[in-house]
């Protein structure tokens, strides 16, 4: 269960990188099909990190002497992030539901006291779950797995505003 | 802009690199030079490293460049206006307004003009809703031709029932029944915001709403975390943080409206919310007639929590 838990919400967390990569550059009033397309394409962006984390862990399993044991091993890893991972999403799905809420103040609380901060610290929050996980059973390689997963998480914006500078996305 | 590099003095970069003749509004050019003296003088070291990175042609500052960066910016800052619902906020406060216009008798159809609209997100986003009645006619106006073409641009896109003209807000052919603006209060300092206010007694203006940012000491950290995640140009990132420290204070805005606007009884609404001192990003500068007070603060509803004393 660990690696779905962590492939959903690799899935989530890309889906809304895609749409704060989208925002503020559309001024028209109705967006809802333009924010639509960031979340899909974000997700779907979002998979590709998720198969090349899945390549490599499968490689590395298959060449491995006793696959068994590093995948335990990795999966206490997975295990030990979603204990960090897990709380943070949970306070902005709760949050999600507050604001449908339908108040302008308390949607702009929303966002003074979570969804502003929370994307101020979710840089630090994935590196704080990526160390608490490795700290689970420290090793080369469930280290190299996770800096590759940490680049991945705090680079994809980057590479849809790449896209975006080549005129590659919309 | 990071905390650190605040300073309280000085313009904005918005207002330093653009300038226009009062009179006939067109656009003069600025020296770059000079828009760097004045941040240098000021010790503003981030500004000064964000005008220069700006496009010059013969020493002035290149007009097309500044207004793709001004266009670009306008478009973030519409962000954090839909983030923290400001097109709904104006159309809540300006519904109890226009009914008790309406109940006074006043003549449709009721002008809306938005001073200072940039790209004209809240005039378009009250067409796009519709929610303030087809008796009303909404306007925006703006010395900057490049921000009403791209405002003009996305109505159009999207069939919204207003306009948009480069104007002087208080020399229109048909003047405006109800001011309101967003962000431009703290542009304006001592005098320059009395003779803005004093613009607002000609006798076809019977209300004004001006929304600016509210001033806390918490606002210009909230103000630099925003615009740490939520702006991309740095000209947004840093006007936005020292628009924050540069508000006004409620009860200064008070005073000098009633000053300069003594027909009109004024309040600040939305300082603070559900009746407790929880600061606010924006609030507002509400100005009506004395006729119509009383109907005002009937239509509030429970929301007449959020309004100071009006008188």
Request: hydrophobic residues 50%; contains cysteine.
């Amino acid at each position: 269960m660990i690696p779905v838990f962590l492939w959903l919400l690799a899935t989530i967390d890309s889906a809304f990188i895609g749409y704060r990569e989208a925002a503020g550059r559309n001024a028209l009033i109705d967006k809802r099909a333009y924010y639509r397309r960031a979340l899909i394409r974000g997700a779907l962006v979002g998979q590709v990190a998720v198969v090349i984390v899945g390549v490599i862990a499968a490689i590395i399993l298959v060449n491995s002497n006793n696959p068994s044991a590093l995948f335990s091993k990795i999966e206490s890893v997975g295990a030990r992030m979603l204990t960090v991972y897990v709380p943070y999403a949970v306070i902005l799905l709760i949050t999600f539901l507050i604001r449908t809420f339908p108040s302008v103040d308390i949607r702009s609380i929303t966002s003074t006291v979570i969804f502003g901060p929370f994307t101020l610290i979710r840089p630090i929050v994935v590196l704080a779950g990526a160390v608490w996980g490795v700290l689970a059973a420290p090793g080369a390689i469930t280290i190299a797995l996770t800096v590759l997963i940490v680049c991945l998480m705090l680079g994809l914006g980057g590479i849809l505003s790449w896209l975006r500078s080549r005129g590659l996305i919309s | 802009m990071s905390l650190a590099t605040i300073t309280r003095h000085g313009p904005e970069i918005s207002d330093a690199i653009v300038s226009f003749d009062p009179v006939t509004l067109q656009r003069k050019p600025v020296k770059k030079a000079d828009v760097l003296i004045q941040f240098r003088q000021l010790r503003n070291h981030e500004a000064v490293r964000i005008v220069e990175q700006m496009p010059e042609q013969d020493g002035f500052l290149d007009p097309a460049a500044v207004d793709k960066i001004l266009i670009t910016s306008h478009c973030e800052m519409q962000r954090m206006s839909e983030e923290f619902q400001h097109g709904k906020r104006v159309a809540e406060l300006l519904k109890p307004i226009l009914n008790a216009l309406r109940d006074g008798g006043v003549k449709n159809p009721i002008r809306i003009v938005d001073i200072g609209c940039g790209t004209g997100f809240v005039i378009r986003w009250l067409a796009a809703s519709g929610s303030l009645g087809d008796d009303v006619q909404l306007m925006g106006v703006d010395f900057n031709v490049a921000l009403l073409n791209e405002a003009q641009r996305l109505a159009t896109i999207e069939n919204l029932r207003c306009k948009f003209e480069v104007a002087n807000a208080f020399r229109l052919d048909e003047p405006a029944t109800v001011f309101i603006s967003t962000g431009i209060l703290h542009h304006f300092r001592d005098e320059s915001l009395s003779y803005l206010l004093q613009q607002h007694c000609r006798a076809e203006t019977c209300a004004f709403v001006h929304f600016d940012f509210h001033s806390s000491p918490m606002a210009p950290l909230g103000s630099w975390l925003f615009h740490a995640v939520r702006m991309r140009e740095p000209l947004a990132r840093h006007d936005g943080v020292l628009s924050a420290v540069r508000a006004h204070k409620s009860r200064y805005l008070l005073e000098v409206t009633r000053r300069a606007a003594p027909e009109f009884v004024s309040a600040i609404y939305g300082t603070r919310l559900w009746r407790m001192p929880i600061p606010r990003v924006f609030h507002s500068l509400v100005g009506i007639r004395p006729k119509y007070r009383d109907a005002f603060i009937r239509n509030m509803g429970t929301r007449v929590a959020s309004l100071g004393k009006i008188e």
